[in-house]
C-alpha cells in the first residue's frame, strides 16, 4: 500500500506494449461496488474471496502486467497462482508509504491511526512479498518512471 503498484505496474506496461490490470479493478466491477464498500459491508473474507477469484482470472485471461492488491498474496492459493510467474515487490518503507496514503481515506484497513497499521501491515506482509519476488526493487524518494527503469532492466537481462 502506497508502494506505487498501480501507478509502476501502467508505466511497465506502456513500455513492454502489453496491457495492464489491476486485480482491486475487477473485484469492483464484478461485485458492483468499490472495495472499501465491500469491506464495510460483506467483510475483509468476502474481499478476499473475490480477489482469490479475480486474480485467477486474470492470470488466466490477461497478458500482460498485473497489479495485485496489498494483501492477496497473504492467501496460499493466491500464493500457488502465482507460483511461475514473475512476481515484483515494490518495497516501500514506513514514512514513505504513511506518506503516500495520506489519511488513508478509502482505505478500509487504515482505520484508526494510519502510521500505527501501516506499520503493522508491512511488518506482516513484507516476509510473504519477499518469499514470492523475483525481484525486489526499492520504491523510497524515487519515481515511479525510475522505478520502472529499473523492472525493465532486469525483466531484460538474463
Known amino acids: 500500500m502506497?508502494?506505487?503498484?498501480?501507478?509502476?505496474?501502467?508505466?511497465?506496461?506502456a513500455r513492454l506494449g502489453v496491457g495492464f490490470a489491476d486485480s482491486d479493478h475487477v473485484v469492483e466491477e464484478r461485485a458492483g461496488k468499490p472495495v472499501a464498500d465491500i469491506f464495510v459491508e460483506d467483510g475483509e473474507a468476502a474481499f478476499r474471496?473475490?480477489?482469490?477469484?479475480?486474480?485467477?482470472?486474470?492470470?488466466?485471461?490477461h497478458?500482460?502486467?498485473l497489479s495485485l492488491g496489498g494483501g492477496a498474496v497473504l492467501d496460499p492459493a493466491t500464493r500457488e497462482l502465482?507460483?511461475?510467474?514473475?512476481?515484483?515487490?515494490?518495497?516501500?518503507?514506513l514514512a514513505e508509504a504513511v506518506k503516500r496514503v495520506g489519511l488513508g481515506v478509502g482505505r478500509p484497513l487504515l482505520l484508526g491511526n494510519v502510521r500505527s497499521r501501516v506499520k503493522q501491515l508491512l511488518d506482516e506482509r513484507t516476509p510473504?512479498?519477499?518469499?514470492?519476488?523475483?525481484?525486489?526493487?526499492?520504491?523510497?524518494?524515487?519515481?515511479?518512471?525510475?522505478?520502472a527503469d529499473e523492472i525493465l532492466?532486469?525483466?531484460?537481462?538474463?
Open 2 to 13: 502506497g508502494a506505487g503498484k498501480t501507478t509502476v505496474g501502467r508505466l511497465v506496461a
Open 49 to 61: 474471496s473475490l480477489e482469490r477469484d479475480a486474480v485467477a482470472w486474470l492470470l488466466e485471461h
Open 63 to 65: 497478458d500482460g502486467v
Open 82 to 93: 502465482l507460483a511461475g510467474h514473475r512476481v515484483v515487490f515494490l518495497r516501500v518503507g
Open 128 to 147: 510473504v512479498y519477499q518469499g514470492l519476488a523475483r525481484l525486489t526493487v526499492e520504491t523510497d524518494e524515487r519515481t515511479a518512471e525510475q522505478v
Open 153 to 158: 532492466a532486469a525483466l531484460q537481462s538474463p
